[in-house]
């Protein structure tokens, strides 16, 4: 099946990217940004109430798990307008932070909300927890590209053409409209994580202010939850030892 060839893929991708991605201890704080909100997900993706619920019991879960566990990360902020989903945490690096934002607005404005709040002047990581198995290795090293000053930003993308998700197997862009691509035309902007500066943000510049820094994505690092199709593949991801 579909699944279970990309899984076969997937396992032997990742047995092979072990070792070369261990270096990666710096000296740069790493905070991570999660925006969560039930409502933009089930209004934006049209889910059925199981797979939101998925999404927030056991996806949001295990990521938050492997953030804490990371000593890459030093920081990581769950941007909700719902507390109780971190019941049951107890780790220093882990804050709640109360959303002002609401689900109509753009990813900007959402970045622009949070850095009112929390006024933090270093670059940050926006992660999008519907890509649940980035790399935090490769998190940190985009980051510390960006804070030595070569990029004002960087982003995961995947060539165009590559299919990356069941759902869009017969697609040559499946996300042609995703925002970034006015500014990227060497790759496809999935939108699962990017870099960025808080002072581009909040000058009103893009999330990804040129220029980019381009952060080829593995395959397991495409696994998502935008649609319920990959919930099996995540599954299979989970139990069989890969990092969570």
Not at 58 to 87: C, E, G, M, P
């Amino acid at each position: 099946s579909f699944v279970s060839n990309r899984y076969l893929h997937l396992m032997g991708e990742y047995n092979g990217s072990i070792s070369k991605n261990q270096w990666c201890y710096g000296t740069y704080i790493m905070n991570i940004f999660i925006p969560y909100n039930q409502k933009y997900i089930l209004t934006t993706y049209g889910f059925e109430g199981d797979h939101a619920s998925f999404i927030e019991d056991v996806v949001l879960r295990n990521l938050l798990k492997r953030l804490i566990k990371s000593k890459l990360v030093n920081r990581i902020d769950l941007y909700s307008q719902d507390k109780n989903v971190l019941t049951g945490f107890h780790s220093k690096k882990l804050n709640f932070v109360e959303s002002i934002s609401d689900e109509s607005e753009r990813s900007e404005e959402i970045i622009k909300d949070y850095l009112t709040i929390t006024k933090l002047n270093e670059p940050i990581v926006y992660y999008n927890l519907m890509f649940p198995f980035t790399e935090i290795a490769k998190l940190h090293g985009a980051l510390n590209d960006v804070q030595s000053g070569k990029y004002e930003s960087a982003t995961g993308v995947v060539d165009k053409g590559i299919v990356w998700s069941s759902d869009s197997a017969y697609d040559i862009d499946p996300l042609a409209s995703t925002p970034s691509q006015t500014e990227i035309d060497t790759g496809l902007d999935v939108g699962s994580f990017c870099i960025i500066k808080p002072e581009n943000i909040l000058r009103g510049f893009r999330r990804t202010t040129p220029p980019v820094k381009l952060i080829a994505l593995a395959s397991r690092e495409l696994v998502n939850m935008r649609t319920s199709r990959d919930k099996e593949l995540y599954q299979l991801i989970i139990s069989s030892g890969m990092p969570l």
